[in-house]
């Protein structure tokens, strides 16, 4: 039987989850690196891009300025799968040229021999 939302996992993703949201905001690219499956099925769907395999994404961080993103995260959600797969959503508030904006982003996370590693990722703005 598969269990969901086994608590020492859902504990593990969170702070993984954590660890990335730092690694974005600070544009931590070593860290953003290796949080991802460098492969080329991974996907990562961006708020102006689609980005398909590890090399894309990992070229597209080099090359984005600098900059802290400053942003406010909430209704955070990790759902653990199994043992080896989970989703993790969340939305969040920033301020994009003088105006705020509400986004989403949603990750999969699959477990493979290397640990932990996002497999597919979406970030979207909401209208204004």
């Known amino acids: ?53 590890g090399d894309e994404i990992s070229k597209f961080r080099a090359n984005r300025p600098d900059f802290k993103i400053d942003r ?8 653990v799968l199994g043992q080896d797969s989970a989703a993790i959503t969340l939305e969040f508030r920033r301020i994009i040229d003088g105006v705020e904006r509400r986004g989403r982003q949603s990750q999969m996370w699959f477990r493979l021999p290397e640990g932990w590693k996002v497999v597919s990722a979406h970030v979207s703005l909401l209208p204004i």
Not at 31 to 42: T, Y
């Open 1 to 53: 039987m598969t269990v969901i939302n086994n608590p020492t996992l859902v504990a593990e993703l969170t702070d993984l989850y954590l660890k990335y949201e730092d690694a974005l905001c600070h544009n931590k690219l070593d860290i953003l690196n290796e949080l991802f499956w460098n492969a080329p099925e991974v996907v990562r769907f961006g708020i102006t891009e689609n980005l398909y395999g």
């Open 72 to 79: 406010e995260i909430y209704n955070l959600k990790v759902v």
